[in-house]
Every structure is written in structure tokens, then in C-alpha cells.
């Protein structure tokens, strides 16, 4: 039966410090360090190992990826690395502190701008202090100056559906390592979650979420892997 791990990053630094992250570039915490074990550990004694990994061209995705598979002995088996499972753009949220953010613009504000479907924040500053344009991971790539979750989306499953999906379809475990949003638009795809369900749901870090699918490839309900 294809199994498909979704895994959010341990804790990052900046989850730590509540600030808004997107694109930028953070490394895990102690914590978060500990929670990817974890994850690894857990799949371990659930004797469900992956097959082939996919993950974001962040550090903190890519870390908890690699820790999570030492930990359940699959360091070893094919990975793939895709900026189309990075993290949502921020835009000009990006290393803000997100109730300092609050303070300044207003709570309802702040809230649309995290949790909406179609909202995007204020763009990300060319030339500024978190422009990626010079980043050589991203060249060629458009990088976007903002994004809304419904724009993730659509970078998201298209590399689902092209890339990710047939691997499935062969029959391989497969794990993703990537984050909250880049999660949060599978989640939405493969659950069937409405445009304002979605706005309330909340992917935390470093637990292993699992859908198992039929003979005809549709996905069964999800679940945490603690509790299969």
C-alpha cells in the first residue's frame, strides 16, 4: 500500500522567537533537533520506513529530513530537493516579530495576513535586508516577493502532481520534510479542505503526519502517526 510522511521542520530559531520566517535561511533549535529524532524514532518503531524523500532547499526542512531518517536508519535512500516545497514568502513580514507585527498594524490585520486563504502581506523590499536575488540557490527560479497560501498552493501541486504523486503510484513510502504552508496546501489537496476550513488548521513541528492510499490511488483520512 503507498504510504506518503508529511513531517513540518523542527523547531526553528526563529519559531523560537516568534518572527516570521518565509525564505529566509534559520536552523533548528536544541529543540527542534530533538524533535526530528523523534520523528525518525517514532517511524522506527512503527516499522514504517520511507522508500524516497522529498524536501524544501531550506536548512531546517533539509536538517530535520536528515535527522529523521538517521534516526529510523534511511539516511541512505533517494532524496530530492525542491524550492517548490519551501516555505510560504512572507514578503515584507520576513524577521519580523509577529506580536510586535500585531502592536503596530493590529491584531485583525496581522491575522489576515497569516491565516488567510488569498491575502498576501505587503511585498518584501527589492535590495533589502532579506533579498534572496543574489542567493545562488535561486538561480533561475522567480522568486516571489510575497505570498498568499493560495499562491503556495499553486507551486505546490503541480510538483505534487508531476513529481511527487507517481512516485506513489510505484508503490514507494514516500517522506516530505517542508513546512507549515508548503504542508498546510497538500494537507488541503489531499483531505479535501475548503478555502475556509483550511485558514484553521495548524501543522505542528516535527510530528509525522500519514495518508495511506487504494488501489486507485485516492487517499485515505489522515492521521498522526503517534496514534496509528
Not at 169 to 174: A, D, I, N, P, W
Not at 179 to 188: C, D, E, I, M, Q
Request: hydrophobic share 35%; aromatic share 8%.
Amino acid at each position: 500500500m503507498p504510504t506518503l510522511i508529511l513531517v513540518r521542520h523542527g523547531q526553528s530559531q526563529w519559531n523560537l522567537e516568534n518572527r516570521f520566517t518565509g525564505w529566509w535561511d534559520v536552523d533548528l533549535t536544541e529543540k527542534g533537533v530533538t524533535e526530528a529524532i523523534a520523528a525518525g524514532e517514532l517511524l522506527a518503531a512503527k516499522d514504517l520506513l520511507p522508500t524516497i524523500a522529498f524536501t524544501s532547499v531550506q536548512l531546517r526542512a533539509i536538517k530535520t529530513l536528515h535527522l529523521t531518517l538517521e534516526a529510523c536508519g534511511r539516511l541512505w535512500i533517494p532524496e530530492t530537493k525542491d524550492w517548490r516545497l519551501n516555505e510560504r514568502h512572507y514578503g515584507g513580514l520576513t524577521g519580523l516579530n509577529k506580536a510586535e507585527t500585531a502592536e503596530k498594524h493590529g491584531a485583525e490585520q496581522v491575522h489576515i495576513w497569516r491565516r488567510s486563504f488569498d491575502t498576501p502581506p505587503p511585498p518584501l523590499e527589492k535590495g533589502g535586508q532579506y533579498d534572496l536575488s543574489a542567493d545562488p540557490r535561486y538561480a533561475g527560479i522567480p522568486i516571489p516577493d510575497t505570498e498568499s497560501l493560495k499562491l503556495t498552493i499553486e507551486r505546490v501541486l503541480p510538483y505534487w502532481e508531476s513529481t511527487i504523486l507517481p512516485e506513489l503510484t510505484k508503490g514507494e513510502t514516500v517522506i516530505i520534510s517542508a513546512h507549515g504552508n508548503s504542508l498546510r496546501a497538500l494537507v488541503k489537496h489531499l483531505s479535501g479542505i475548503s478555502d475556509d476550513e483550511i485558514t484553521g488548521l495548524e501543522i505542528p513541528t516535527g510530528e509525522p503526519i500519514v495518508y495511506d492510499f487504494d488501489d486507485a490511488m485516492q487517499p485515505g483520512e489522515r492521521h498522526y502517526l503517534k496514534d496509528r
